[in-house]
C-alpha cells in the first residue's frame, strides 16, 4: 500500500506524533503488534485519533484487496488524514438538530444520514443511533456527546469512578485528589485520568496530555455557571466563548454513585448470605473506620443499610476535606483508634478504608493484623466463596513485585497462573482487559479483581466477609489454617525517607557490584539458625505479556532458595531527598514456627548510615 508523501517533521513533531499514534492504536487494541482486520476497525481508531472518516475515504485505504493494516500503516495514513476539529463537528450536529431543541430525533437522524453524502442504510443507521443513544431514550442529545457525570455533592471513590465510567461506556474519568500525583502550593491537590476501561491511563495517553499541555496559551472558564452538585439529574447550560462564539450546549449529570457501585456488588457477593452473617441470629459484630474519606457513605449505605450490621458499626463515615484532621492511611500506625478499638475484643472483624477508598487493612478479634500480602492470598484460595469467581472460574493472579510471595504459593497449589509485576495498577489493568486476570493485590494495602480497573477497598472487605459466611471462623483461625497448609512468609517494609540523595546512590550502586558478581550466587547468608542461599540477584525487569512493553529497573532482588526475598527500591532522588525502601519476605513451613512475631522472624539488616527518618510499615 502506498500513502502520498508528506513534509518532513522535526524529529520533536514527529516523537509527539508517534505518541499520538500509539495512544490512539491502545485505546482501540491491546498491543501495538496487533492488525486492523476490518474496515470497522480502521473507522474506529481513525475516529480515536480524531479524524471523521467518510465512506470514500475508507474506501481509499480498505480496498477489496486489502486483509489487514498494521500501526505503521495506521502512522501513515494519519499523516494524510487531517483532524476533525470539534467545532466542525458541533456544527454538523447544529445543522441536524433542526428544531433547536438540542436533541437530534430518529427521524432527523435518518433524513440526514441516509438522503446526503455518503448514503448509508437504513440497518447501518439503526446501529449508529443503538450505540449513540447511550441512555436509550429513542433520541441523540448533546449531552450523549458533552456530556459530564459527576458524583452527588462533588465525592465519588475511586473504585465507583471506575464503576461508573464502565457502566455509562464513558470515553474516561477525571479523578481530583490529592492521593494521585499530588500538586498545587501545599501538596494538597492531584489529577488522575482514567480511560474508558475504568483504569489508570497509559503512559501514552499521558504523555500525549503533557505534550498538549505544554501548547496551551490559554483557558476559558464560566464564573457564573453555578452547579448544584446535590441534585440528582441533568442540568443543561448554554456556553459562549470569549468572542460570543457559541458552543451547543453543555450538559451536566448528577449520580448516585453509591447506588451504582452498590448494583455492582450486588452482582459480584451472595449479600443474603453477607445479611445472615451481619444482622442474623448468629451475627458477627463489625468495626468499619471510614477515616473521613469519600467511602464513608458507601460504607453507611451498603454494609449498614442494605447488609444489616449496626449504625455504630461504621465510624467516621462522614467525609471530610481535612479528614478529621488525621492522615486517612489504612495501617497499623494511622489507624491506631481502629486497632486499640479491635484490641478490646467487642468486634470480630475489622477494616480501615483509606481516603479514596481504593485501598484497606483487615483486622480480627483482639486486633490480629491481617499483612496485605496474607490478604490478597487468603481471598486465593477462598475464592469459591465468592459467587462472581463460581461464574467467570479465575484466569489467573498477580501481586506488585515487592508483594510477598504468599500468593506464590496458592497458586502454585492451585496451579493457577501467577504474573509478578512492577508496582502500578496500571500493569494489572492491562492483564485483565487482555482476559489474563482475575485477582491482584500490592503490599500496600491494595486488592482488587477484574470487576472493576481499580484496586476496591470495599470490595475486598466484602470478599474477607464471605469468606467468613463460608468457613464460619474467626479471621485468626482462617488465617492460621492457611498457613498450616501454605507455609507463611513473615513479610516487613522499611521506609527511608529524605535520605541525601548521593549517599543512596552509592548505597544501590555498591550493592548492584556485590549482587552481580558471579560469586553472589549461591552464597549462603545465615540469620539465627535459618542459613538462606542466594539463587538470583538482579535488578528486576518487566515485559508486558500483553503489549510487549518493557519496564526495566524496577528494583534490586535477592531471592533465596526457599522463596525467600530481599528488595531494595530507590525513588525521588531530588532535592527534597531520596526515599530507600527494604523489604524483607521470609518464608517459613515449619509448623512449630509459624506463629512468631514477623519482626522477630524476618531477616535483620542494618542501614543506620542512612537512617535520619526510617518509618516501618
Known sequence: MSFQESPRPSDDEEEAFYMQCRAAYLAVFRSSLANIASKQQLCRVLQQAGRNPSYATLNKYWTPRTSKLNFDDFCEILKCEKKTEEKELMRAFKKMDVNGDGYISHSELVKALTTQGDKMSLEEMNTIFSLADINQDGKLDYAEINHLVIG?????????????????????????????????PNGDFGIKY???????????????????????????????????????????????TFNNEYYPIIYLEIVDSVEAYAEMLRGIFDFAALKTLLSGDKHINVRLDAMHGVVGPYVKKIVCEELGSPANSAVNCVPQEDFGGHHPDPNLTYA????????????????????????????????????????????????????????????????????????????????????????????????????????????????????????????????????????????????????????????????YE???????????????????????????????????????????????????????????????????????????????????????????????????DPQVSTIRSNFSQIDPGRKRR
Not at 471506575?162 to 474519568?173: D, F, Q
Not at 485483565?432 to 470490595?459: N, P, Q, Y
Not at 557490584?513 to 535488578?539: C, H, I, Q, R, W
Request: include cysteine; hydrophobic fraction near 35%.
Open 152 to 184: 452527588q455533592n462533588g465525592i465519588m471513590s475511586t473504585p465507583a469512578v471506575s464503576c461508573v465510567i464502565r457502566k455509562i461506556k464513558a470515553v474516561g474519568g477525571i479523578i481530583l485528589t490529592a492521593s494521585h500525583n499530588p500538586g498545587g
Open 194 to 240: 482514567n480511560i474508558s476501561s475504568g483504569g489508570p491511563a497509559p503512559e501514552g495517553i499521558t504523555n500525549k496530555i503533557f505534550e498538549i499541555s505544554k501548547g496551551l496559551q490559554e483557558y476559558h472558564i464560566c464564573p457564573e455557571l453555578k452547579v448544584d452538585l446535590s441534585k440528582i439529574g441533568k442540568q443543561t447550560f448554554d456556553v459562549e
Open 336 to 495: 491506631a483508634d481502629l486497632v486499640k478499638t479491635m484490641k478490646e475484643g467487642e468486634y470480630d472483624f475489622g477494616a480501615a478504608f483509606d481516603g479514596d477508598g481504593d485501598r484497606n487493612m483487615v483486622l480480627g478479634k483482639h486486633g490480629f493484623f491481617v499483612n496485605p500480602s496474607d490478604s490478597v492470598a487468603v481471598i486465593a484460595a477462598n475464592i469459591t466463596s465468592i459467587p462472581y469467581f463460581q461464574k467467570t472460574g479465575v484466569k489467573g493472579l498477580a501481586r506488585s513485585m515487592p508483594t510477598s510471595g504468599a500468593l506464590d504459593n496458592v497458586a502454585k497449589n492451585l496451579k493457577m497462573q501467577l504474573f509478578e509485576t512492577p508496582t502500578g495498577w496500571k500493569f494489572f489493568g492491562n492483564l485483565m482487559d487482555a482476559g489474563k486476570l482475575s485477582l491482584c493485590g500490592e503490599e500496600s494495602f491494595g486488592t482488587g479483581s477484574d470487576h472493576i480497573r481499580e484496586k476496591d477497598g470495599l470490595w475486598a472487605v466484602l470478599a474477607w466477609l464471605s469468606i467468613l459466611a463460608t468457613r464460619k471462623q474467626s479471621v485468626e483461625d482462617i488465617m492460621k489454617d492457611h498457613w498450616q497448609k501454605f507455609g507463611r512468609n513473615f513479610f516487613t517494609r522499611y521506609d
Open 498 to 596: 529524605e535520605v541525601d540523595s548521593d549517599a543512596a546512590n552509592k548505597m544501590i550502586k555498591d550493592l548492584e557490584t556485590a549482587m552481580f558478581d558471579p560469586s553472589f550466587k549461591g552464597k549462603k547468608l545465615s540469620s539465627g539458625d535459618k542459613t538462606y542461599e542466594v539463587a538470583v540477584a538482579d535488578n528486576f525487569a518487566y515485559t508486558d505479556p500483553v503489549d510487549g512493553s518493557v519496564s526495566k529497573n524496577q528494583g534490586l532482588r535477592i531471592i533465596f532458595s526457599d522463596g525467600s526475598r530481599i528488595i531494595f527500591r530507590l525513588s525521588g532522588t531530588g532535592s527534597a531527598g531520596a526515599t530507600v525502601r527494604l523489604y524483607i519476605d521470609s518464608y517459613e513451613k515449619d509448623p512449630q514456627k509459624i506463629y512468631q
